[in-house]
């Protein structure tokens, strides 16, 4: 058995020794990232599971039976015995009487043995004759019981003996005691064959939970570069002196210089913070580890910190490379001080490790650690301190050039109609993500193969801004009168945004049910937004409340369907308020601040707390109204004056369901003519969509 666990502990080792031999991947069809692994060299290094020692423990067991039960088992058989006769129960009397019996063996189940002082000779069915001392008889039911007083009369040694059972009982009692032993071998076999997958698959260690889960791309490297990602230009200028101190550490480090240990990547979700970490590794040329925070951590204490310290020790072995943490805000959160309930010393353990392992790099160890989350609030201060993550990289929505740079990405293997204009397109959609607009170009194609197109056009481009931006539309019955609530509400709302200078174009007006909504008007800016002036915060509160003004202009009752309209214009501003300072009364005080780092037990980040008193809570609640108010009275006024356009819009709603922005501004201008109200002044411009929040 020494033997065996020194061959065990030397199979287990050999990997370590070669460390590049069981680290092979292959380049397969990985599709946009190129990042499949291939599972062929980790098969053929990964060790075979052993039976021969559980054959020869499995003989043992049998040998060991063998020597206990192997006797008896051959006396049962007949194995090995003299010849005997069966004798009728009349001739073993004759026997007896004729003092030729030496011995009987009486059994309780009437049979009889025994031996003959002479032998004597019976002939048998097939002609032959037999001789022999040894005999058996069967005493007739229910017994004779003047066969022992003729024995003892006669002299005869009379034995008793129960019956004993018959081979195959005995083999079937040999086997069922032999059964709980097999058992236990097999569960234990099973047990050591599952062990060693798990250990094989997660990197050895007991049950592999001490040993790093990520995945490293050596010889067969991310073939994600650069040119598969856009509209993130200012951050792949700050990457690139990463890439050239991977390609050339010596050309910084015989100058002093020092490339910081890591890059925090930051921004929304659906950014390309993943994408462009993968595009790092495939522009420098260097292994890449990729893995996620959130395989840190399990239920057992101190697998983080132990998988953590393998990660950076496998890193230092192939070093220069890229580890690659994504979501690190996981085990990243700032650790709860002294006087907080909320703790997590597992998480907080493997923090700390790693912590510790940035620090332990030296300047000659060309190992780069990328992370990314979109949380950096929440991040533990000393994990951003210099001489960690001494970059933050904001990876923010891409600008119009770079949106129409994704385009053309996404749509490389898709084949457009000649109506298709990208630039158009993607001044159609301010705020999408790198990952919104390649669902848009998803959700296009797919409209197009269900109407059997061999090319996507710009219908099925429409089709599929209008699913992402109103939501997909549903069967809703609604009686008229239901209808014509919602019509007046939807109106209220698209007069108010074409009357008002300041506020986005309109876009779209349905009272097609969509999503959870049963009408919605969608608003598009004509570009990308980055401050926003109070005047245009006080007319979209009006658009917003333009809905359940003309509820109670043209209707006289109000309905609930103002429900999101409102918790949007409350939303607003309480911000305007308590952190932008637009309150007339309040003056320039930002009332909502966050309170702390969670450093040192000073509160957690992210949290909100109120430092002023009620007095100061009463005037700003009293401001919020106030801006409400005015909002919901410019509404009126807009609503009031051009009541005849409102009905004309509601009507032609109820008729076609769905309006563009030029057939609502068409309806306006048309009943501006037609009426003795004030001209209406419309809005020029183009519209473009938007991600803004809906108005229903």
């Known amino acids: 058995m020494l033997e065996q666990q020194q061959k065990a502990a030397t199979n287990r080792q050999a990997p370590a020794q070669r460390p590049g031999s069981s680290r092979q991947s292959t380049r397969?069809?990985?599709?946009?990232?190129?990042?499949?692994?291939?599972?062929?060299?980790?098969?053929?290094?990964?060790?075979?599971?052993?039976?021969?020692?559980?054959?020869?423990?499995?003989?043992?067991?049998?040998?060991?039976?063998?020597?206990?039960y192997g006797p008896f088992f051959?006396?049962?058989?007949?194995?090995?015995?003299?010849?005997?006769?069966?004798?009728?129960?009349?001739?073993?009397?004759?026997?007896?009487?004729?003092?030729?019996v030496a011995s009987v063996t009486i059994k309780s189940d009437n049979s009889v043995t025994g031996t003959l002082k002479s032998p004597i000779e019976q002939r048998q069915p097939g002609g032959q004759t037999l001789s022999a001392t040894h005999f058996s008889t069967y005493v007739p039911a229910p017994g004779d019981p003047n066969l022992l007083p003729l024995l003892e009369q006669k002299g005869v040694e009379v034995r008793a003996e129960p019956v004993q059972?018959?081979?195959?009982?005995t083999a079937l009692s040999w086997f069922v005691n032999l059964l709980p032993v097999l058992l236990l071998l097999y569960f234990a076999f099973m047990s050591w064959r599952g062990m060693r997958q798990l250990q094989d698959m997660q990197g050895g260690g007991l049950f592999g939970f001490g040993r790093s889960r990520a995945k490293l791309y050596s010889e067969e490297r991310p073939t994600t570069t650069f040119a598969d990602v856009a509209g993130v230009e200012e951050a792949k200028a700050e990457l690139r002196e990463v890439i050239d101190f991977l390609r050339d550490p010596q050309r910084f480090l015989q100058i002093g210089a020092h490339i910081p240990k890591g890059v925090l990547l930051v921004g929304p979700p659906g950014t390309g913070k993943t994408l462009l970490a993968r595009a790092v590794a495939g522009e420098a040329g260097v292994p890449f580890f990729s893995c996620s925070a959130t395989?840190?951590?399990?239920?057992?204490?101190?697998?983080?910190?132990?998988?953590?310290?393998?990660?950076?020790?496998?890193?230092?072995k192939h070093a220069p490379c890229i580890i690659f943490i994504d979501e690190i805000d996981a085990i990243g959160r700032a650790r709860s001080g002294a006087g907080t309930l909320a703790s997590n010393d597992e998480r907080e353990h493997t923090l700390e490790q790693l912590l510790v392992e940035m620090d332990g790099f030296e300047p000659h160890e060309a190992i780069v650690v990328l992370a990314a989350t979109n949380r950096p609030d929440v991040l533990d201060p000393a994990l951003l301190r210099p001489g960690r993550f001494d970059r933050q990289v904001v990876v923010d929505r891409p600008e119009r050039r770079g949106r129409e740079a994704i385009l053309r990405i996404h749509t490389r293997q898709v084949p457009l109609a000649p109506d298709v204009n990208l630039e158009?397109?993607?001044?159609?959609?301010?705020?999408?993500?790198?990952?919104?607009?390649?669902?848009?170009?998803?959700?296009?194609?797919?409209?197009?193969?269900?109407?059997?197109?061999?090319?996507?056009?710009?219908?099925?481009?429409?089709?599929?801004?209008?699913?992402?931006l109103l939501g997909g539309k549903r069967e809703a019955l609604m009686d008229e009168r239901e209808r014509r609530t919602v019509a007046y509400h939807e109106a209220g709302h698209a007069l108010v945004a074409a009357v008002l200078p300041d506020v986005d174009p309109l876009y779209k007006v349905t009272i097609v049910p969509r999503g959870r909504a049963l009408g919605v008007t969608q608003f598009l800016p004509e570009d990308d937004r980055h401050n926003y002036p109070r005047s245009y915060l006080l007319q979209r509160l009006a658009v917003a409340l333009g809905g359940r003004t003309a509820e109670e202009v043209a209707l006289g009752e109000i309905t609930s369907g103002a429900e999101n309209d409102l918790k949007e214009a409350t939303r607003l501003a309480r911000r305007m308020v308590t952190e932008w300072g637009m309150g007339e009364s309040t003056g320039l005080v930002a009332y909502e601040l966050e309170q702390g780092d969670g450093f040192l037990g000073n509160g957690l980040p992210g949290e909100h707390q109120r430092l002023y008193a009620e007095a100061t809570a009463q005037r700003v609640d009293a401001e919020v109204e106030h801006i409400i108010e005015q909002a919901h009275q410019q509404a009126r006024s807009v609503l009031t004056e051009h009541r005849a356009a409102l009905d004309r819009l509601a009507e032609a709603l109820l008729h076609e369901e769905v309006l563009e922005r030029e057939q609502v501004l068409r309806i306006i201008r048309e009943a501006a003519t037609t009426s003795t109200a004030t001209t209406v002044e419309v809005k020029a411009g183009e519209a473009h969509p938007a991600r803004q929040p809906l108005l229903e």
Do not use: C, H
């Open 424 to 468: 158009e397109l993607a001044r159609s959609t301010p705020g999408f993500s790198g990952a919104d607009l390649a669902n848009l170009v998803n959700e296009a194609a797919l409209a197009a193969a269900r109407k059997g197109k061999m090319q996507v056009d710009r219908q099925d481009f429409q089709e599929a801004l209008d699913k992402l």
């Open 165 to 169: 059972p018959s081979w195959w009982q």
């Open 28 to 68: 397969g069809n990985a599709g946009p990232s190129g990042e499949q692994r291939s599972e062929s060299s980790q098969q053929q290094n990964q060790p075979q599971p052993r039976l021969g020692f559980w054959l020869r423990l499995l003989l043992i067991m049998i040998l060991i039976n063998l020597v206990f």
């Open 74 to 100: 051959f006396n049962l058989t007949g194995w090995g015995q003299t010849t005997t006769i069966d004798l009728p129960y009349s001739a073993f009397i004759q026997q007896v009487q004729r003092g030729n």
């Open 295 to 316: 395989d840190f951590v399990e239920l057992f204490v101190g697998v983080g910190a132990s998988r953590v310290r393998d990660l950076f020790a496998q890193a230092r």
